[in-house]
Protein backbone atom coordinates (compact mmCIF):
# COMPACT_ATOMS: atom_id res chain seq x y z
CA UNK A 1 0.00 0.00 0.00
CA UNK A 2 3.27 2.31 0.81
CA UNK A 3 4.53 1.67 -3.01
CA UNK A 4 1.14 2.52 -4.35
CA UNK A 5 1.24 5.76 -2.38
CA UNK A 6 4.66 6.20 -3.30
CA UNK A 7 3.46 5.47 -7.06
CA UNK A 8 0.85 7.76 -7.41
CA UNK A 9 3.40 10.59 -6.43
CA UNK A 10 4.52 11.28 -9.92
CA UNK A 11 0.99 11.57 -11.48
CA UNK A 12 -0.23 14.19 -8.38
CA UNK A 13 3.29 16.28 -9.54
CA UNK A 14 1.62 16.34 -13.18
CA UNK A 15 -1.70 16.69 -12.08
CA UNK A 16 -1.69 19.78 -9.97
CA UNK A 17 -0.25 22.46 -12.33
CA UNK A 18 -2.82 21.22 -14.51
CA UNK A 19 -5.57 22.18 -12.45
CA UNK A 20 -3.59 25.39 -11.16
CA UNK A 21 -4.11 26.31 -15.04
CA UNK A 22 -7.17 25.06 -14.98
CA UNK A 23 -8.57 27.43 -12.18
CA UNK A 24 -6.62 30.35 -13.71
CA UNK A 25 -7.82 30.12 -17.03
CA UNK A 26 -11.60 29.47 -15.46
CA UNK A 27 -10.70 32.47 -12.69
CA UNK A 28 -9.78 34.97 -15.85
CA UNK A 29 -12.42 33.89 -17.61
CA UNK A 30 -15.34 34.29 -14.78
CA UNK A 31 -13.78 37.34 -12.52
CA UNK A 32 -13.69 40.76 -14.69
CA UNK A 33 -12.76 44.41 -13.24
CA UNK A 34 -13.89 47.11 -14.62
CA UNK A 35 -12.81 51.05 -14.80
CA UNK A 36 -15.21 54.04 -13.53
CA UNK A 37 -14.80 55.05 -17.40
CA UNK A 38 -15.81 51.31 -18.45
CA UNK A 39 -19.01 49.24 -19.03
CA UNK A 40 -19.16 45.86 -20.00
CA UNK A 41 -22.06 44.53 -22.41
CA UNK A 42 -22.74 40.95 -21.24
CA UNK A 43 -24.47 38.19 -23.92
CA UNK A 44 -25.80 34.93 -22.46
CA UNK A 45 -25.30 32.26 -25.03
CA UNK A 46 -24.80 34.79 -27.56
CA UNK A 47 -27.85 36.86 -26.88
CA UNK A 48 -27.99 40.37 -25.10
CA UNK A 49 -28.52 39.85 -21.46
CA UNK A 50 -27.33 43.36 -19.63
CA UNK A 51 -24.64 46.25 -19.48
CA UNK A 52 -22.72 46.01 -16.08
CA UNK A 53 -19.83 47.81 -14.48
CA UNK A 54 -18.28 49.67 -13.65
CA UNK A 55 -16.38 47.76 -10.61
CA UNK A 56 -16.55 43.87 -10.16
CA UNK A 57 -17.89 41.99 -13.10
CA UNK A 58 -19.01 38.11 -12.63
CA UNK A 59 -19.39 36.04 -15.44
CA UNK A 60 -20.35 32.00 -15.70
CA UNK A 61 -17.70 30.22 -17.97
CA UNK A 62 -18.55 29.30 -21.23
CA UNK A 63 -21.50 30.70 -21.12
CA UNK A 64 -21.03 34.30 -20.91
CA UNK A 65 -19.09 37.12 -22.69
CA UNK A 66 -18.61 40.74 -22.61
CA UNK A 67 -17.44 43.54 -24.37
CA UNK A 68 -15.93 46.24 -22.88
CA UNK A 69 -16.88 49.38 -24.38
CA UNK A 70 -14.69 53.17 -23.41
CA UNK A 71 -16.93 55.63 -22.33
CA UNK A 72 -14.21 58.70 -22.44
CA UNK A 73 -14.45 61.16 -25.13
CA UNK A 74 -12.89 60.35 -27.99
CA UNK A 75 -10.47 62.28 -30.50
CA UNK A 76 -10.82 61.46 -33.94
CA UNK A 77 -8.15 63.56 -37.03
CA UNK A 78 -10.41 63.51 -40.05
CA UNK A 79 -7.80 63.19 -43.11
CA UNK A 80 -7.56 65.57 -45.79
CA UNK A 81 -10.16 66.13 -47.87
CA UNK A 82 -10.45 67.02 -51.46
CA UNK A 83 -13.47 69.88 -50.86
CA UNK A 84 -15.07 72.12 -54.45
CA UNK A 85 -16.85 74.64 -53.07
CA UNK A 86 -20.15 76.20 -54.59
CA UNK A 87 -18.00 78.59 -56.48
CA UNK A 88 -16.07 76.05 -57.81
CA UNK A 89 -12.63 76.36 -55.82
CA UNK A 90 -11.24 73.52 -55.26
CA UNK A 91 -9.29 73.34 -51.47
CA UNK A 92 -7.65 70.42 -49.05
CA UNK A 93 -9.89 70.54 -45.83
CA UNK A 94 -9.11 68.66 -42.49
CA UNK A 95 -10.62 68.36 -39.31
CA UNK A 96 -10.86 66.65 -35.74
CA UNK A 97 -13.60 64.59 -34.27
CA UNK A 98 -14.83 64.52 -30.56
CA UNK A 99 -17.44 61.75 -29.69
CA UNK A 100 -18.25 59.47 -26.51
CA UNK A 101 -20.37 56.41 -26.64
CA UNK A 102 -23.63 57.55 -24.44
CA UNK A 103 -25.44 53.49 -25.13
CA UNK A 104 -22.78 51.01 -25.02
CA UNK A 105 -25.88 48.36 -25.92
CA UNK A 106 -26.28 50.16 -29.11
CA UNK A 107 -22.41 50.89 -29.69
CA UNK A 108 -21.69 47.40 -29.64
CA UNK A 109 -25.12 45.67 -31.55
CA UNK A 110 -26.25 48.31 -33.82
CA UNK A 111 -22.82 48.94 -35.57
CA UNK A 112 -20.07 46.66 -36.29
CA UNK A 113 -17.27 48.81 -35.38
CA UNK A 114 -18.26 52.35 -34.77
CA UNK A 115 -14.92 53.97 -34.43
CA UNK A 116 -14.14 53.90 -38.10
CA UNK A 117 -17.73 53.91 -39.07
CA UNK A 118 -17.59 57.25 -37.41
CA UNK A 119 -14.71 58.54 -39.10
CA UNK A 120 -16.06 57.43 -42.83
CA UNK A 121 -19.29 59.39 -42.26
CA UNK A 122 -17.08 62.21 -40.77
CA UNK A 123 -15.19 62.06 -43.66
CA UNK A 124 -18.27 62.39 -45.99
CA UNK A 125 -20.67 64.82 -44.22
CA UNK A 126 -17.40 67.12 -44.34
CA UNK A 127 -17.28 67.05 -48.20
CA UNK A 128 -20.78 67.44 -48.44
CA UNK A 129 -21.22 70.24 -45.68
CA UNK A 130 -18.99 72.60 -47.31
CA UNK A 131 -19.26 71.85 -51.25
CA UNK A 132 -22.43 73.62 -50.56
CA UNK A 133 -20.78 76.87 -49.47
CA UNK A 134 -18.88 79.61 -51.52
CA UNK A 135 -14.86 80.18 -50.46
CA UNK A 136 -15.83 83.04 -48.31
CA UNK A 137 -17.87 81.65 -46.15
CA UNK A 138 -15.57 78.81 -45.53
CA UNK A 139 -12.71 81.65 -44.90
CA UNK A 140 -15.16 83.94 -42.51
CA UNK A 141 -17.73 81.19 -40.86
CA UNK A 142 -15.79 78.31 -40.29
CA UNK A 143 -17.20 78.49 -36.54
CA UNK A 144 -20.71 77.91 -37.74
CA UNK A 145 -19.95 75.03 -40.74
CA UNK A 146 -18.33 73.13 -38.18
CA UNK A 147 -21.57 73.26 -35.63
CA UNK A 148 -23.34 72.11 -38.90
CA UNK A 149 -21.58 69.26 -39.33
CA UNK A 150 -22.05 68.56 -36.10
CA UNK A 151 -25.36 68.67 -35.97
CA UNK A 152 -25.80 66.15 -38.68
CA UNK A 153 -23.23 63.81 -37.10
CA UNK A 154 -24.77 63.72 -33.83
CA UNK A 155 -28.06 63.12 -35.52
CA UNK A 156 -26.70 60.45 -37.51
CA UNK A 157 -24.80 58.10 -34.99
CA UNK A 158 -27.85 58.72 -32.49
CA UNK A 159 -28.94 55.15 -33.51
CA UNK A 160 -25.36 53.89 -32.62
CA UNK A 161 -25.52 55.23 -29.46
CA UNK A 162 -22.60 57.66 -29.95
CA UNK A 163 -23.00 61.83 -28.58
CA UNK A 164 -20.99 64.08 -31.27
CA UNK A 165 -19.94 66.34 -29.06
CA UNK A 166 -17.80 68.67 -31.25
CA UNK A 167 -15.95 69.22 -34.67
CA UNK A 168 -13.60 71.39 -35.51
CA UNK A 169 -12.13 72.19 -39.35
CA UNK A 170 -8.46 72.68 -38.72
CA UNK A 171 -7.06 73.38 -42.31
CA UNK A 172 -8.57 75.27 -45.05
CA UNK A 173 -5.69 75.05 -47.96
CA UNK A 174 -5.84 76.58 -50.85
CA UNK A 175 -3.69 76.78 -54.53
CA UNK A 176 -0.93 79.48 -54.83
CA UNK A 177 -2.73 81.01 -57.58
CA UNK A 178 -5.87 81.12 -55.34
CA UNK A 179 -3.80 82.52 -52.57
CA UNK A 180 -2.79 85.56 -54.80
CA UNK A 181 -6.34 86.03 -55.98
CA UNK A 182 -7.39 86.65 -52.19
CA UNK A 183 -4.86 88.57 -51.49
CA UNK A 184 -5.39 91.10 -54.44
CA UNK A 185 -9.21 91.26 -53.88
CA UNK A 186 -8.24 92.32 -50.24
CA UNK A 187 -5.79 95.02 -51.36
CA UNK A 188 -8.89 96.58 -53.53
CA UNK A 189 -11.16 95.89 -50.94
CA UNK A 190 -8.84 98.43 -48.62
CA UNK A 191 -8.40 100.77 -51.60
CA UNK A 192 -12.14 101.30 -51.98
CA UNK A 193 -12.41 101.67 -48.54
CA UNK A 194 -9.94 104.36 -47.68
CA UNK A 195 -10.86 106.31 -50.95
CA UNK A 196 -14.70 106.11 -49.67
CA UNK A 197 -13.00 107.36 -46.32
CA UNK A 198 -11.13 109.90 -47.71
CA UNK A 199 -14.59 111.08 -49.73
CA UNK A 200 -16.42 111.40 -47.07
CA UNK A 201 -13.85 113.49 -45.41
CA UNK A 202 -13.54 115.72 -47.82
CA UNK A 203 -17.65 116.13 -47.73
CA UNK A 204 -17.90 116.48 -44.07
CA UNK A 205 -14.62 119.59 -44.32
CA UNK A 206 -16.64 121.28 -47.07
CA UNK A 207 -19.65 121.21 -45.22
CA UNK A 208 -18.18 122.58 -42.00
CA UNK A 209 -16.72 125.09 -44.24
CA UNK A 210 -19.63 126.58 -46.11
CA UNK A 211 -21.26 126.60 -41.90
CA UNK A 212 -18.82 128.59 -40.88
CA UNK A 213 -18.81 130.98 -43.73
CA UNK A 214 -22.70 131.49 -43.19
CA UNK A 215 -22.00 131.51 -39.48
CA UNK A 216 -19.19 134.52 -40.46
CA UNK A 217 -20.99 136.44 -43.27
CA UNK A 218 -24.26 136.49 -40.90
CA UNK A 219 -21.90 138.92 -38.48
CA UNK A 220 -19.44 140.85 -39.79
CA UNK A 221 -17.71 141.10 -36.02
CA UNK A 222 -17.19 137.42 -36.43
CA UNK A 223 -14.95 138.17 -39.40
CA UNK A 224 -12.95 141.07 -37.70
CA UNK A 225 -12.63 138.73 -34.62
CA UNK A 226 -11.41 136.04 -36.78
CA UNK A 227 -8.54 138.54 -38.81
CA UNK A 228 -7.26 139.79 -35.80
CA UNK A 229 -7.10 136.04 -34.31
CA UNK A 230 -5.10 135.31 -38.02
CA UNK A 231 -2.68 138.14 -37.21
CA UNK A 232 -1.97 136.74 -33.49
CA UNK A 233 -1.31 133.82 -35.15
CA UNK A 234 1.29 135.15 -37.37
CA UNK A 235 2.89 137.09 -35.34
CA UNK A 236 3.52 133.87 -32.86
CA UNK A 237 5.57 132.08 -35.24
CA UNK A 238 7.91 135.03 -35.31
CA UNK A 239 7.84 135.14 -38.67
CA UNK A 240 10.10 137.92 -41.12
CA UNK A 241 7.32 138.78 -43.34
CA UNK A 242 3.49 139.84 -42.05
CA UNK A 243 0.47 140.05 -43.59
CA UNK A 244 -2.06 142.44 -42.73
CA UNK A 245 -5.89 140.97 -44.42
CA UNK A 246 -7.67 143.91 -45.68
CA UNK A 247 -11.52 143.49 -46.06
CA UNK A 248 -12.94 143.40 -49.49
CA UNK A 249 -15.17 146.17 -48.99
CA UNK A 250 -12.28 148.47 -48.52
CA UNK A 251 -10.85 147.80 -52.34
CA UNK A 252 -14.14 147.71 -53.72
CA UNK A 253 -14.30 151.11 -54.99
CA UNK A 254 -11.09 150.62 -56.49
CA UNK A 255 -11.93 147.28 -58.27
CA UNK A 256 -14.65 150.10 -59.79
CA UNK A 257 -12.62 152.37 -61.37
CA UNK A 258 -10.62 149.79 -63.27
CA UNK A 259 -13.32 148.11 -64.31
CA UNK A 260 -14.93 151.38 -65.63
CA UNK A 261 -11.34 152.10 -67.04
CA UNK A 262 -11.43 148.53 -68.83
CA UNK A 263 -14.43 150.28 -70.61
CA UNK A 264 -12.78 152.88 -72.24
CA UNK A 265 -14.76 155.77 -69.75
CA UNK A 266 -12.38 158.24 -67.27
CA UNK A 267 -14.20 158.38 -63.40
CA UNK A 268 -14.83 162.06 -64.29
CA UNK A 269 -16.55 161.12 -67.58
CA UNK A 270 -14.23 162.45 -69.98
CA UNK A 271 -13.21 160.41 -72.68
CA UNK A 272 -9.69 158.65 -73.37
CA UNK A 273 -7.16 159.41 -76.30
CA UNK A 274 -8.41 156.44 -78.60
CA UNK A 275 -12.26 157.38 -78.14
CA UNK A 276 -11.56 161.43 -78.62
CA UNK A 277 -9.91 160.47 -81.64
CA UNK A 278 -12.58 158.09 -82.93
CA UNK A 279 -14.95 160.73 -82.16
CA UNK A 280 -13.15 163.70 -84.11
CA UNK A 281 -13.08 161.87 -87.00
CA UNK A 282 -16.88 161.33 -86.94
CA UNK A 283 -18.01 164.63 -86.69
CA UNK A 284 -19.13 166.45 -90.02
Known amino acids: M ?36 ERAVVFTLGRFQRVKGPGLVLLFPFVQEMVRVDLRIQVVEIPTQDVISRDNVSMKVDAVLYFNVVNPEHAIIQVQNYLPATNMLAQTTLRSVLGQHDL ?40 DNMVKAIAKQAEAERDRRAKIIHAEAEFQASQTLVNAAKILGSTPAAMQLRYLQTLTEIGGEQNSTIIFPMPIDIIRPFLDILEKADKGVRPNGALDGASAAEAHLGAP
Open 136 to 175: DEMLSERKKLSTDVQEILDSQTETWGLKVSNVEIRTVELT
Open 2 to 37: ISSFFNGIPLLIYAVPVIVLFLAILARSTIKILREY
